[in-house]
């Protein structure tokens, strides 16, 4: 039962770990960025660092809702 939940787990951390790789690439062919090229590189830092926040404030926000949702039936 245990070995079934880490494989459970290690699947989940591959999904999350194969989502920022391809929203990387999608800046980078998006924005038509050449990451040899310091500047682009900065570019391309701040395009995935604000993505990166979009998230999280995307999930803070459906957690704050999940939260406030009454479960309960009246």
Do not use: C
């Not at 979009?54 to 704050?64: E, F, K, R, S, W």
């Amino acid at each position: 039962m245990w070995e079934i939940q880490q494989v459970k787990k290690m699947k989940i951390q591959m999904v999350i770990v194969k989502i920022f790789i391809l929203g990387a690439l999608f800046i980078i062919s998006n924005q038509n960025l050449h990451l040899g090229i310091s500047q682009e590189r900065e570019i391309f830092l701040d395009a995935y660092t604000g993505w990166i926040t979009d998230i999280m404030h995307t999930v803070i926000n459906l957690t704050g809702n999940v939260v406030k949702f009454e479960w309960l039936p009246k």
